[in-house]
């Protein structure tokens, strides 16, 4: 029965996986939102990437939780399999539910670039515009300086 415990913490292991993949496809959409409003600050947008660091950071646990873990129970799986039929069925259902979740996940982060490519192409002309206009202000100031500047006074007498 140990081995069927064992069975069982793979399966558990897959299903964890697949809600936390939910989750992160509900953050990219998240981010889109926030990449496409201009509205929102910066602040917002590495809330949301701190957050999906840190499931992406669980996923990758999981991955090698559940290598280790398969690499003990594979010689036993491929000798009874029957014994484990209806585990091994859960597991290959929750495998091709993973695959689509990644295929999704995958799919949003590189509409999530190019969102991101926009907005901060906008966000660089936008500087470029202020850092002209403000080039264009000092150039004026400097041009009315010089030319209100008064080299003699109004009211000189010449005649000297």
């Not at 697949?18 to 409003?37: F, P, S, Y």
């Not at 209806?86 to 799919?107: G, K, P």
Request: a negative charge; zero cysteines; glycine letters at 2%.
């Amino acid at each position: 029965m140990e081995n069927m415990d064992y069975v069982v913490m793979l399966r558990e292991s897959l299903e964890k996986k697949v809600d936390i993949l939910e989750v992160l496809l509900i953050r990219n959409k998240e981010q889109a939102a926030i990449l496409q409003d201009p509205n929102t600050s910066p602040d917002d947008l590495e809330k949301n990437m701190n957050m999906k660091a840190e499931l992406i950071d669980r996923i990758v646990m999981l991955d090698d939780g559940f290598e280790q873990l398969f690499n003990r129970v594979k010689a036993i799986l491929d000798e009874d399999r029957d014994s484990y039929a209806d585990e091994i069925r859960l597991m290959q259902d929750l495998i091709r539910r993973i695959t689509e979740l990644t295929a999704d996940v995958e799919a949003t982060e590189y509409k999530n670039k190019e969102y991101a490519k926009t907005r901060f192409s906008n966000i660089k002309k936008d500087l470029r515009e202020v850092k002209k206009s403000g080039d264009v202000v000092s150039s004026y100031y400097k041009n009315m300086m010089a030319n209100n500047k008064v080299d003699e006074p109004a009211f000189w007498d010449k005649k000297k």
